[in-house]
């Protein structure tokens, strides 16, 4: 995605080579670039990023819900009824005869968007695509560094053809100072809204095409969206790094947006029960953990998931229960008041997991907060 200071989205087909923003619009006399990525990429492997979606207007996507797709604000034209989008999921080939296609019922960009920051939108569905993968969104900055995943089917050099299959490449973090000292475009960087990433040299990047589709990072064995593919000058040029959306500013407003057009994330589950019957001691004043991997569903947790706990302990007034999801989110289960002197801990908790992607590490969180009194995780049971 090779965008040109700004006035230049990644829209299109762009590559995984350079910056460019893959939106809708185009600079000033100047039409939009309609074939381009990913520079320096490699080809994907059927099922390796199962929630990327192809838009027909040349940007990418990821699936939020089962009938919203999470994509660039600078890919469509504004809110409202839109029936002229049509997603392709489920391929890396868009030629295959496997793909699933659905046609757009309406878009919401998001508000405020005016070319500069907030370069989010979301596509809802005419029908929902049961049991596709969602990409769960980052809600902390501090996952905001490191490398990163980027892919699309955008040009594959600055300037080039959208590509047949996606292609994929990793990208390193770039600091908001060093970003806004790249020159041109950079100078205004939005650093509460933005995130950089490119290697100092060039050579990988997304490019134009790539536009709209996810930046994600693996936590705690889940992927999560870092960003979104927005903008840059060129592609993949030594020194002009990527511009992204970056995500952890905006989960909640995403969140908000989707359940105001009735996209929440759905209940699902897979009804999959997970047990770990290994004691682990709980000495005092120490946090323990133990943990399960749940596998082999699909999609989101249950919005009524169980966690059964059997803990035994001889002052449970001492203890506080939580469950950390696989993101590491974590969800306060029991603080028990100081002054229960009951021994044990035999109790199954409802909680509401659908923001949670079902499958990856859980684990049973339990702190003794005082001295005396021990006990020991005796076992443990997660239902999604």
């Known amino acids: 995605m090779a965008l040109a200071l700004r006035i230049m989205s990644r829209l299109g087909i762009a590559a995984v080579t350079g910056v460019l923003l893959a939106g809708a619009f185009s600079a000033p006399g100047q039409a939009a670039d309609p074939t381009p990525t990913v520079v320096g990429g490699t ?40 029936t002229s989008i049509t997603a392709t999921y489920g391929v890396v080939d868009l030629q295959s005869t496997s793909a699933i296609k659905r046609t757009s019922k309406y878009v919401l960009q998001a508000p405020g968007y005016n070319g500069t920051g907030k370069d989010w939108a979301l596509i809802q569905l005419a029908s929902p695509i049961t049991g596709a993968s969602l990409l769960k969104l980052n809600t902390d900055i501090a996952n905001d560094n490191g490398t990163f995943d980027i892919m699309g089917w955008g040009a594959a050099t600055e300037g080039g053809g959208q590509q047949r299959y996606l292609l994929k490449a990793r990208v390193p973090f770039v600091d908001d100072t060093t970003c806004k000292a790249s020159g041109g475009s950079y100078s205004g960087l939005v650093v509460a809204e933005e995130i950089c990433a490119a290697y100092p040299q060039g050579g990988t990047d997304t490019c134009q095409g790539d536009s709209g589709g996810p930046m994600t990072k693996v936590v705690n064995g889940v992927p999560v969206q870092i960003g979104i593919v927005s903008w840059g000058e060129g592609c993949a040029r030594a020194g002009k790094p990527g511009v992204y959306t970056q995500v952890s500013n905006f989960a909640a407003a995403i969140k908000a947006a989707a359940d105001s057009i009735g996209g929440t994330v759905p209940p699902g589950g897979c009804g999959k029960s ?21 596998s082999g569903c699909t999609g989101n947790a249950s919005g009524s998931a169980t966690v059964a706990v059997d803990i035994k302990h001889t002052y449970r007034g001492d203890l506080v229960i939580r469950l950390i999801a696989p993101d590491g989110t974590s969800y306060l289960l029991e603080d028990f008041p100081n002054g229960d002197s009951a021994d044990n801990v035999l109790k199954t908790y409802t909680v509401n997991l659908s923001s949670e992607v079902a499958n990856g590490t859980w684990k049973l969180s339990v702190q003794d907060t005082a001295s005396a009194d021990t006990g020991k995780i005796d076992s443990w049971t997660l239902t999604v």
């Open 43 to 82: 080809q994907a492997a059927q099922g390796e990023f199962p929630w990327m979606v192809r838009l027909s207007m040349g940007c990418g996507g990821a699936m939020y819900t089962e009938q919203i797709v999470l994509t660039a604000a600078h890919c469509v034209s504004g809110t409202g009824a839109n």
């Open 274 to 294: 997970f047990t770990n019957a290994t004691d682990v001691a709980i000495p005092d004043n120490t946090t323990v953990t133990s943990s399960v991997a749940a």
